[in-house]
């Protein structure tokens, strides 16, 4: 228990940490967009902390493509892991050093029942075999900045690295502290106490050390809130009490645009895929990845996305910066995509001017759905 609250300490501490250089990144997007008369951002420059998820795929992704036995394993269905071991050590071996660098992040990383590439590495594996189906990113952009706004440009690409840093330590930490109570609740669950082990996710620390009577009934009524609260869409600026926003609107239909802000030029079209954390495994190349937020854990699947919108974000938020980086277009602050987007459906994304154009609707007896029809 001890480790617990020490791994809990220095959760909270990085929290604390992180959000101030969260804050300085918000106030050189304000200055940036008043000295350009547009939201704009600089790239981040080398050594982009949040760019490894990627990167990693990049990397293993070239190394499968120099061993025809990789290609092969990799196109095979089921688990694939084991099967790398025995057929293709050095590449099995390359993975678990790519693990050694992003295994503590994943989607949704910042949530404590979320699963990391560590706990889940076919999920990395995977993410690979699918980049090497899609279409290559191009080269990412230059961002356009006035001469007046490079100095100031300048010291935000630097906060951007900075507060990718502190981000990253603060997601390690929250890994670490994941790790001790599952294994606490594997040990409560193996007693009989606990149902599964992420029960203990749905516990107060001060119950965890101290375990109510009625544990089983307790966690239940929690989950139960927990999806009840899932249901509910806040609205996206409010002043004192709110009002959800209205669950069931309705989708639009093929004509129709979505505006958002553009973070990465390029056009590109592609079928509409509403991703939550626990349906990333589901994208598939040339998909058009959308969803409410995506953190950094998101971004090995831009690798194989045709293009990603979320419905929350600016040109500094922590996909964006990944996005501009390597090419990948992007469309944020695209609000109710998940919700006005029809899954399936063929829509053209301009990562340059934001806008999301619905091309045709998915058909209910229509093929798979295809790759994306790029034009950059």
């Not at 990693?56 to 099967?83: F, M, N, S, T, Y």
């Not at 953190?295 to 922590?318: I, K, R, W």
């Amino acid at each position: 228990m001890s480790l617990i609250l020490l791994a809990r300490d220095h959760v909270v501490h990085g929290w604390v940490l992180a959000s101030g250089s969260f804050m300085l990144c918000a106030a050189f997007n304000v200055l940036l967009r008043g000295l350009c008369g547009r939201d704009t951002a600089p790239a981040a420059g080398p050594e982009l902390v949040s760019a490894r998820s990627v990167e990693a795929v990049q990397r293993l992704v070239a190394a499968a493509r120099r061993d025809p036995v990789v290609i092969r394993l990799l196109a095979e269905p089921g688990e694939r892991l084991d099967k790398l071991a025995v057929e293709a050590p050095e590449f099995h071996s390359a993975v678990l050093a790519e693990l050694t660098l992003i295994g503590h992040r994943g989607p949704a990383e910042v949530e404590m029942a979320a699963t990391s590439y560590a706990d889940n590495p076919e999920l990395l594996v995977r993410m690979v075999a699918k980049t090497l189906r899609a279409v290559p990113a191009p080269q990412p952009p230059t961002p356009v900045i006035p001469l007046r706004a490079k100095p100031v440009a300048l010291l935000a690409a630097r906060q951007l690295r900075d507060r990718e840093v502190r981000r990253d330590r603060m997601v390690r930490a929250i890994w670490v502290l994941r790790a001790l109570l599952r294994e606490y609740g594997r040990r409560l669950t193996e007693a009989g106490v606990f149902d599964t082990p992420d029960d203990v996710f749905y516990l107060l620390v001060d119950e965890i050390d101290a375990l109510p009577a009625d544990v089983s009934g307790l966690v239940a009524r929690r989950r139960a809130e927990q999806r009840r609260l899932a249901g509910i869409v806040p609205p996206t600026v409010f002043s004192g009490s709110w009002e959800p926003s209205p669950s069931s609107a309705a989708a639009l239909a093929a004509g129709d645009t979505l505006r958002g802000v553009g973070v990465c030029g390029g056009r590109v079209r592609g079928r509409v895929r509403i991703v939550r954390p626990e349906t990333i495994d589901d994208l598939q190349p040339g998909e058009i990845l959308v969803a409410e937020v995506t953190d950094v854990g998101y971004t090995a699947a831009f690798c194989y996305a045709a293009a990603v919108v979320t419905e929350l974000g600016g040109p500094m938020s922590h996909a964006a910066v990944v996005a501009r980086e390597f090419g990948f277009p992007c469309v944020v602050d695209a609000q109710g995509a998940t919700r006005f987007l029809p899954p399936g459906a063929l829509v053209e994304v301009d990562g340059a001017t934001g806008e999301i154009h619905v091309v045709e609707l998915a058909s209910e007896d229509g093929p798979a759905l295809p790759g994306s029809d790029l034009s950059r």
